[in-house]
């Protein structure tokens, strides 16, 4: 075969190699990290909606509206994805909120760059029904039997009453799927031996130089001196087990909803 005709062999192939690889990579990006998320594409225009559209009245942060921080997730009641997008579109009628006409695509790139925390880098989480979700908190998910929530439930595991307050929709997420990873380290297991010997196992609330506090198993609330102890071990997994495989994408989405609507007793 002539070189030309190798030669030209080559360059198609490697464009049509080009291509193929561009295609992919295009449909990568367009796609979800997993089911239950929203894609960096949406992230992005989210991200320039916000930039041109929101961030006049809600701050580059999102915490310019009384009673709003959109970076945290926190409005004046709980909001679903499908709420959010209802009041973009709609407005606040009595408030400075205007309605905004915007594609299908465009409400959910400004969904997911709020879910996001304003951070383009960060993992977008869908929310769903809080209603919903507490049922699943309360059966399936099984998360009533180990916490408590607004004075009911059992106190082997950390209290939830407040935690839509404390933390974030996407650390909600996290501590669902990966409660090892997200977990923190005041509520570790601890497991104790007294030097007459007792054996005590339970969830540290605090410690400092000389004393350690926790929760037994019996849900009895033990101070100790450490000068007392003979062994001290801190848990380095959580005894939460992760909701993946458990829950569906769609339930995952209500129980983040129903944690994000704990804010305490008011």
């Not at 991200?47 to 009673?67: E, I, K």
């Not at 959910?108 to 979700?133: N, Q, W």
């Not at 130089?209 to 071990?233: C, F, G, N, P, W």
Request: charged share 25%.
């Amino acid at each position: 075969m002539p070189r030309i005709h190798r030669l030209t062999r080559a360059v198609l192939g490697s464009l049509t190699l080009a291509v193929c690889l561009s295609g992919r990579l295009a449909a990568q990006g367009t796609s979800q990290d997993h089911p239950g998320q929203y894609s960096a594409i949406d992230i992005e225009t989210g991200s320039r909606l916000y930039a041109g559209q929101c961030a006049q009245c809600h701050g580059p942060n999102g915490d310019m509206v009384s009673g709003i921080d959109l970076r945290r997730g926190q409005f004046r009641r709980p909001l679903s994805d499908d709420d959010l997008r209802r009041t973009i579109s709609a407005g606040v009628p009595g408030t400075g909120m205007p309605p905004f006409n915007l594609q299908p695509t465009e409400l959910d790139g400004l969904v997911a760059f709020i879910r996001v925390g304003l951070d383009v880098s960060g993992t977008p989480v869908k929310v769903g029904d809080a209603a919903h979700g507490q049922t699943l908190f309360e059966g399936k998910a099984g998360c009533a039997s180990c916490h408590r929530v607004n004075g009911k439930g059992p106190r082997v595991a950390p209290d939830l009453s407040d935690i839509g307050a404390i933390r974030s929709v996407a650390a909600l997420q996290r501590s669902l799927v990966d409660p090892t990873g997200a977990m923190w380290p005041i509520n570790r297991s601890v497991r104790i031996v007294t030097r007459d010997g007792r054996t005590i196992r339970g969830r540290r609330l605090n410690e400092d130089t000389h004393t350690v506090q926790l929760i037994d198993e019996q849900e009895r609330l033990v101070s100790l001196m450490k000068a007392d102890l003979r062994e001290y071990e801190v848990a380095k997994t959580s005894p939460m087990p992760s909701i993946a495989g458990t829950l569906t994408d769609d339930e995952r989405s209500d129980l983040v909803a129903y944690l994000l609507s704990l804010k305490g007793l008011r």
